[in-house]
């Protein structure tokens, strides 16, 4: 019914920059809720940043002043800017689309390395 497909992903080196974007697309005409998780291999998902429907978003503390989140509702799209990114940065990231999505993206892959 929804689908989330997340990209922007790559290998960067520490100090770098990359922006996700994850487009949304399906039975949603504009996106509501939307966070962005990161996952590393044999580690538990955890969140990233968010941003509700009325705009006002949140970040996870080691992320807090690196990275900003935003929303272009006019594609469908939710955008994790990333800057400063340091090697623990490295993860699956992952958006989740809140109510009434309530779906996953497939995930894209950020390295952070020399």
């Known amino acids: 019914q929804v689908q989330l497909v997340e990209s922007g992903g790559g290998l960067v080196q520490p100090g770098g920059s990359l922006r996700l974007s994850c487009v949304v697309s399906?039975?949603?005409?504009?996106?509501?809720?939307v966070d962005w998780y990161r996952q590393a291999p044999g580690k538990e998902r955890e969140l990233v940043a968010g941003?509700?429907?009325?705009?006002?978003?949140g970040y996870a503390k080691f992320v807090e002043g690196r990275f900003t989140i935003s929303r272009d509702n006019a594609k469908n799209t939710v955008y994790l800017q990333m800057n400063n990114l340091k090697p623990e940065d490295t993860a699956v990231y992952y958006c989740?689309?809140?109510?009434?999505?309530?779906?996953w993206g497939q995930g894209t892959q950020v390295t952070v390395s020399s």
């Open positions: 989740h689309g809140g109510a009434p999505m309530n779906s």
């Open positions: 399906g039975m949603i005409s504009r996106i509501s809720a």
């Open positions: 941003i509700t429907n009325s705009g006002i978003t």
